[in-house]
């Protein structure tokens, strides 16, 4: 069980400002242990989607339930089963660990077997919402640490995809791209503001934080709706 809380900033970034960014950044940046990854995820909502309208709408509260795997080293670790709340661009998040079996038996239907008030929280929401497991979506991120700020984190996400069929952490030819090939999701995870080196770097490099959902994106995509 694990509860996090920070701030998360989004941009959505092309490949010539992503190496820019990088070079500007060398001296701050060093790659982490878990640098190069895959990450797995399964959304969950209902028929009505009303969790992921609920996001495109920008409410000023939202939540979303989640199955999340990361592949790294040709390994794919433990999945975590995570409820994300955010509050005025704050994000809380509240996981729990699964095994591999029982992260795909939530994904055929069945039910999350797990004491505590985590686990009973995303139940309520199951029960409040009628929401199940609807959309996979994947991605490749290198991620970085900051040195001298322990509570800082950068990461870049690439080949975004999404399907809305054969949910299971593995690559499929369904898989449909939601971002172009020459660009990146840049996010800035940060439990307090940011430095002001890497705001400076931010905007010398014409980079400014705007509202980017990689499931509302992927429903865009898939429901081939306007924005």
């Known amino acids: ?129 009628g929401c199940t497991p609807k959309m996979y979506i994947g991605y490749d991120r290198a991620s970085y640490d900051v040195v001298g700020h322990d509570d800082l984190r950068i990461t870049f996400d690439s080949n975004v995809r999404c399907r809305t069929t054969n949910l299971d952490f593995a690559p499929n030819p369904a898989d449909k791209n939601i971002i172009d090939a020459d660009h990146y999701i840049l996010e800035i995870k940060a439990a307090d503001t940011f430095p002001l080196w890497l705001t400076d770097a931010l905007t010398r490099n014409g980079i400014f934080p705007q509202s980017f959902s990689k499931y509302a994106r992927a429903f865009v995509c898939t429901e081939a709706i306007p924005l």
């Open 1 to 129: 069980m694990k509860i996090i809380t920070r701030q998360e900033v989004k941009y959505l970034i092309s490949r010539a400002s992503h190496d820019a960014l990088l070079r500007d950044l060398a001296n701050h940046l060093v790659p982490n242990k878990f640098f190069a990854q895959t990450i797995h995820n399964v959304y969950f909502d209902n028929d009505t989607n009303d969790l992921i309208l609920r996001s495109i709408e920008k409410k000023e509260f939202k939540d979303k339930l989640r199955l999340r795997a990361y592949h790294m080293d040709g390994e794919l670790g433990n999945p975590l089963i995570e409820l994300k709340k955010k509050y005025k661009g704050t994000s809380y998040k509240r996981r729990i660990k699964l095994t591999i079996e029982q992260a795909r038996d939530l994904i055929n239907g069945g039910a999350l077997n797990h004491t505590g008030q985590i686990a009973d929280e995303m139940r309520f929401l199951i029960a409040r919402t």
